[in-house]
């Protein structure tokens, strides 16, 4: 356990994968028990087939045993005040990595990244897109040829059904933090289809 250590653990849009993204967050919390929750305004604003926006903030208060970060305005000071060792990005929607590839700060999220990468610290990055094989794959690219980045470990999750999409393996986060805070990307990166 990893008390000394401040985590950040960041949501956004991709609903389906957030009760995973959850069990993620508890996992981590065990490891590492000073757990910070950072919504994108639209994670933590929507409500979906998947559960209710608000559900899910409470959720993760209760997890963390932290208040929700989940506006841009929160978010600002992560930099300025170094408010976290490691920041976590699960699941990371393809809309967020192109904001992280092209520095774009819109959200909670992304401003979180931005304010977190000034102090030269890693961030993980758990893909969650339909595109990443397509749309989104020169922006996974793109990140992980830049500094500070490390990803999670991905598969194609429905080869036959959806032949661009990727997700990432959520059981492997708290692995790939630990990994990412002593500067090395877990490997391997891509992975073989999930068992059915």
Do not use: W
């Not at 949501?11 to 389906?16: A, E, I, K, P, V």
Request: charged share 20%.
């Amino acid at each position: 356990m990893r008390d000394d250590l401040r985590v950040g653990f960041a949501l956004t849009g991709s609903f389906c994968t957030f009760e995973q993204a959850l069990r993620a967050m508890e996992e981590t919390v065990r490891e590492y028990p000073n757990l910070v929750p950072i919504f994108s305004e639209t994670a933590g604003g929507t409500d979906t087939r998947f559960g209710r926006g608000e559900d899910f903030l409470q959720a993760a208060a209760e997890i963390c045993g932290h208040g929700v970060i989940d506006s841009i305005r929160a978010a600002e000071p992560i930099g300025p005040k170094k408010l976290l060792d490691v920041l976590v990005i699960a699941p990371c929607t393809g809309n967020t990595l192109a904001k992280l590839a092209n520095g774009i700060a819109d959200t909670a999220v992304t401003m979180a990244a931005k304010a977190h990468l000034r102090n030269g610290r890693p961030v993980v990055v758990a893909v969650s897109t339909n595109d990443g094989l397509a749309g989104a794959a020169r922006n996974i690219g793109e990140l992980l040829c830049r500094k500070h980045f490390y990803f999670v470990p991905f598969r194609q999750d429905d080869p036959e059904g959806k032949p661009t999409s990727l997700v990432a393996d959520m059981t492997k986060v708290t692995e790939t933090v630990t990994a990412a805070l002593q500067g090395r990307q877990v490997q391997p990166l891509l992975l073989g289809p999930a068992s059915r």
